[in-house]
């Protein structure tokens, strides 16, 4: 981490245990210069980790024009392929959206979000999920948010550009730093790759029970991933519902078996 | 003024008394993709009046590429040569600098300033005056303003693009004026007699498929209580929930029913 001497030590202190935590996520971004332009955005806001989830051009030299500066963000950027890649040992991720009609998700203003993205980031890392630019996040990826962000704007016009938002949003983030109290943190919430273990572990034990049956199963799961995003699951939450599935499968497996053994018996 | 029908009085307001008395000046600027983007900037947020002193290039193709949909906005700039002409008819200029050392004026921060702003600006004209990209405001600029507002970055790289300067100024101004609202609150929250149903449901089938052989009941569902109380439970998520629940008994129950029919065929 590059730190230089600071006036004083609780802004040394801020960067090295808050920001340090956080990092952009931008995904499937179109144009290189909005990739430059995001990455000259963060660090005016002491942010450094860039991820960046299958861009267009990337590196590119627009990129590189375009962040002034914020050069040593674009090349320890981090180029992943899929968003569980990006979001690998995070436990907040919240997504950036402008839209707010078809989202049944509660949907909170910068200002109300970022003071809690900062409680959590003082712990264990947190990410900042921005979407492509023509379209912003796919339902996949707002399905792997557990809280959702839309920066007010004139309803008239409100497509802000990409790096425009990174900027909004990361200063707003720097504000709820420094006025940012040590508060008890009473979760220890589970990582990305835990979260999707059970989501994996729920589908498949659905499909088995015959769940599927007369249910939409993509549809299903987004209801329930919803659900369980809002909740934010601690490690251990996820230990007790995952028992719980083994427990449900290995009692129908049992069953299952019983019943055939008596077929075969008539047979 | 383009107005459009909105969808309530209280935004129409805000944009015909406060924003239709503000102005962006831009001073001096020399990249005209700076120009459209802090148009587009301006126009996310509702803002509408953009001066330009003596801009290096205007009008130019690549500040309508930046302005993405702003376009208005640029048709209609006002093109200055002098601080004078672009500051007319204002009774507040407030001065965006970047550096704080050599100022002797007291500088605030946009949340501090954009409250004062609006109040003025209910009733007379306002201007927020942004200098060159390279430069910043002169001390001619400087001694023209009655208030100075410094955006908080990282003392290390603290040169925000202009265009998002303005981006971050116009959306105080917007959270000024509208107040910072969550601007949905979209969750309808079962009552508490569904959640207890939930919870009895959950229990009997736990108790059903052999869970709590392992585990000691009472402590496991006072902790499954704390998940989903957390997540507060919608009405038709219950329904979901329960849903499972009742396919993982049926399921047993009809693999039950059967192999007791043909045990009784045996007998």
Redesign the interface.
Known sequence: MNL?P??NWK?TLY?QNHLGNIRVVLSHTSHPGNIG?AA??M????LQHLYLINPRHFPDPQALAMA???DDLLQNAHVCSTIDEALKDVVLTVGMTAR?RD???????P??AMPQVVRQAIMQPVALLFGTEMSGLTNEEVSRAQMLV????????????L??AV??IS?EL??AI?GDQPVIQPLSPATHQQVEGYMGHLEKT?HE???FTT?NPAR?MQ??RR??A?????A??IN?LR??LS??TE??AR??S??LQ??Q??V
Chains 1, 2 share one sequence.
Not at 43 to 46: S, V
Not at 103 to 109: A, G, H, M, P, Y
């Open positions: 230089a600071y006036s802004h960067k332009a000259r955005a660090k005016t806001m002491g002034a500066g914020a707010l989202i049944s998700n509660e949907v909170l203003t200002r109300d839309n920066i007010p704007a004139d309803p008239e016009f409100s497509s802000l550009n790096a425009a900027q909004v200063y720097a504000i420094q659905l029970i015959g769940f249910q299903m209801r329930l659900l369980y809002r909740t934010r699951l601690e251990d939450e007790i028992g719980i427990v449900t009692y129908n069953l299952k019983r019943y008596e077929q018996k008539d």
